[in-house]
């Protein structure tokens, strides 16, 4: 209040303070003239950079590899972000970062992702690396005091501290206020990436640049594990780490010099928008953006509406067969009989059926998307003729309707299409097709592998 020249009193009368807003930042807010706004907004990126560059001091860089051109910059309406100085081709290799902290993501923990965090961070904090993690949002004090998605999770966050004392007793933690321990948490929660390596998922954080790449629903960005080594020849080539998780950030599609560098935050990209902003809100506290084909994820087939017993018959459809796709998926992860998963993945294949003889979603719909691609794979896995033959009409409807919603032909998601209805192809003695989604899965793999 001191510095806005105005008393408490007076800003409030002004209008309605936020929750957890100072006078100053009230003042900034909205009364503050644009060249006031400017500069308070200089001091503020001053002061962080300054606290940034202190916390990073004394932690070694885990960068194997930096494009360069590639920076962090203030990016509007996201705070930071990675920037490209330079045009960047399709499958260029743009970042290799090993992780600060990560730990492997254990199947019983999927429902309790803060139990993954809490490992992770004994890790960091284990290793003395606590203040190299501040650089990371929500920083200390007071934007991890009014960030939007602490008070949501304010039992989860008292949960894995607790967890995380339990689990690194020593000096590190011992220095450590509960406050620290419980923003460490909410900051993996919300930078930390969930990566392949070694065929295992792990949970990594990669605070340098890897954690700085901001979301899109249309990433130019794909993000992957890979389990950094040495080299063989101890003659040459650089030292990449011995054995550490890294991430690497590898470009989709062709971008133009300027450009933001993005990624997604969420698992799959085939989602409506509403689900999709639903996540993102919960997890990451920020909304979806929007994508132009977005209509077409919710659409009804021409002439049909979202009415009527049709419509229940087909949501109960939906959801009984995703219940026994998921229940077939976790069967199988846990070793069960093969018997007990067949019978899962028939009520599958027929309530997947039931969605797709329906005829009321467009081809694009999100369930019908789904229910095309699962149904196409439980057709292809005996690799019966007949059954293939089927199963390719919907794999080559399930490619239509992907490549609408994917950033470009390089997108994971495409080349496992492909290969299914590669695999399609040849049981139906479908040899020139065949041979057309090799040649295209060949052409990803010379960009991309």
């Not at 957890?20 to 200089?42: Q, V, W």
């Not at 940034?52 to 194997?64: E, T």
């Not at 009014?146 to 008292?158: D, G, I, Q």
């Amino acid at each position: 209040a001191r510095s806005s020249g105005l008393p408490i009193s007076s800003l409030a009368a002004i209008g309605t303070m936020l929750p957890g807003e100072s006078p100053l930042a009230f003042f900034l807010r909205t009364k503050a003239d644009t060249a006031t706004k400017e500069i308070a907004e200089s001091a503020a990126v001053a002061e962080a950079s300054g606290k940034d560059a202190f916390w990073k001091a004394g932690c070694k860089s885990k960068v194997d590899f930096l494009l360069e051109g590639v920076h962090i910059a203030q990016v509007e309406g996201k705070g930071r972000g990675l920037i490209t100085r330079d045009a960047i081709s399709a499958g260029t290799v743009v970042l290799r970062e090993r992780a600060l902290g990560a730990a492997t993501i254990r199947p019983e923990d999927s429902d309790q992702p803060i139990v993954s965090a809490a490992r992770v961070a004994a890790v960091v904090i284990n290793a003395g690396h606590e203040k190299a993690t501040r650089v990371l949002e929500p920083r200390p004090g007071r934007e991890y005091a009014e960030h939007p998605v602490r008070a949501e999770r304010l039992n989860e966050l008292t949960h894995g501290r607790k967890l995380v004392r339990k689990e690194g007793a020593n000096v590190h933690i011992a220095t450590l206020e509960d406050e620290d321990i419980e923003r460490l948490l909410l900051a993996i929660t919300i930078n930390a990436q969930g990566v392949s390596g070694g065929g295992r998922m792990h949970q990594g954080l990669f605070p340098e640049y890897g954690a700085m790449a901001n979301h899109s629903s249309r990433p130019n960005l794909l993000l992957r594990g890979d389990i950094a080594m040495p080299p063989a020849d101890e003659s040459g080539g650089p030292v990449r780490g011995n054995g550490e998780l890294q991430l690497v950030l590898q470009a989709v599609c062709d971008v133009e010099a300027g450009s933001e560098l993005t990624v997604s935050y969420l698992g799959e990209l085939y989602l409506p928008f509403a689900e999709r902003d639903e996540q993102l809100r919960e997890i990451y506290g920020f909304p979806a953006d929007r994508r132009a084909s977005d209509a077409g994820l919710e659409a009804m087939a021409p002439g049909k509406q979202a009415e009527g017993e049709a419509i229940q018959r087909l949501v109960a459809a939906n959801s009984q067969a995703s219940d026994a796709w998921d229940k077939a998926a976790d069967l199988q992860a846990a070793g069960a009989p093969q018997d007990a998963i067949r019978k899962h993945r028939v009520i599958a294949a027929a309530r997947y059926a039931d969605v797709l003889n329906a005829n009321l979603l467009a081809e694009t719909h999100s369930w019908r998307y789904n229910a095309t691609w699962r149904l196409a794979s439980l057709l292809t896995q005996d690799d019966e003729p007949k059954s293939c033959a089927q199963a390719l009409i919907l794999w080559e409807s399930a490619v239509r309707s992907g490549r609408r919603v994917w950033p470009s032909d390089l997108w994971p998601e495409h080349r496992r299409l492909l290969k299914g209805a590669q695999r399609a192809a040849k049981g139906a003695g479908e040899e020139v097709k065949a041979a057309e989604f090799a040649e295209k899965l060949l052409q990803i793999g010379n960009l991309m592998d």
